[in-house]
Nanobody, 124 residues
Framework: QVQLVESGGGLVQPGGSLRLSCAAS????????MGWYRRAPGKQRELVAR??????MYANSVKGRFTISRDNAKNTVYLQMNSLKPEDTAVYYC???????????????????WGQGTQVTVSS
């Protein structure tokens, strides 16, 4: 009943920019935390950034280059990625935690939702 749909990935040259979007669909009342993880080939998944009630957190590797924001009215989180480097190449996954939603006339709460992933490739 709650789904996350990402968009905005693609191929970009080093130094370029991309903006990822992730929209949560369903009869959502509120979302506690939204964020982005990534998984590069041969590496473990890592947290890129997250946002909770306006408070943000970033991985050291992206600080100063990436900006996370959200539009609560649209249940959407964004990741603006600037000064991209080849090492940013990965599949980026949106996630959401602590979603309060309506189902069958009841208010329910769910945890640990993931998008399908979007490929970001930084290469010349």
């Amino acid at each position: 009943q709650v789904q996350l749909v990402e968009s905005g990935g693609g191929l970009v040259q080093p130094g370029g920019s991309l903006r990822l979007s992730c929209a949560a669909s369903g009869s959502i009342a509120s979302i506690n935390t939204m964020g982005w993880y990534r998984r590069a080939p041969g590496k473990q998944r890592e947290l890129v950034a997250r946002i909770t009630s306006g408070s943000t957190m970033y991985a050291n590797s992206v600080k100063g280059r990436f900006t996370i924001s959200r539009d609560n009215a649209k249940n959407t989180v964004y990741l603006q990625m600037n000064s991209l480097k080849p090492e940013d190449t990965a599949v980026y996954y949106c996630y959401a935690d602590g979603i309060t939603y309506y189902s069958g006339g009841y208010l329910k709460r769910g945890y640990d939702y993931w998008g399908q992933g979007t490929q970001v490739t930084v290469s010349s």
